[in-house]
């Protein structure tokens, strides 16, 4: 059994900054990516940021230059620095591991999800 905890999101002024972590616990044998989804109201949930096992990472357009995935593979977990938010960043924050290899075999695994706020 996986399980994913997230944490960091909250109320930010705009031009501030926010870090989100999230932390996958249980017998895990390797992770083949780790990253960051949003899904704002009215929305469809978007990549954020991904981080590949080969360290490679993608980030939406809309983030460059602000935010920062980075990943901790001694503790299976994944952060996302993010500065300079704007009113758009405002959403639900969804942590996603991909190809999470277990005892029992390979999965994706979502986290519960964490609100951030962005006050114009």
């Known amino acids: 059994q996986v399980r994913l905890v997230e944490s960091g999101g909250g109320l930010v002024q705009a031009g501030g900054s926010l870090r989100l972590s999230c932390a996958a616990s249980?017998?895990?044998?390797?992770?083949?990516?780790m990253g960051w989804y949003r899904q704002a109201p009215g929305s469809e949930r978007e990549l954020v940021a991904i981080?590949?096992?080969?360290?490679?990472?993608n980030y939406a357009d809309s983030v460059k230059g602000r935010f920062t995935i980075s990943r901790e593979n001694a503790k299976n977990t994944v952060y996302l620095q993010m500065n300079d938010l704007k009113p758009e960043d405002t959403a639900v924050y969804y942590c996603?591991?991909?190809?999470?290899?277990?005892?029992?075999?390979?999965?994706?695994?979502w986290g519960q999800g964490t609100q951030v706020t962005v006050s114009s």
């Open positions: 981080k590949a096992s080969d360290g490679s990472t």
């Open positions: 996603a591991l991909k190809g999470i290899r277990t005892p029992i075999g390979r999965s994706d695994y």
């Open positions: 249980g017998t895990i044998f390797s992770i083949n990516a």
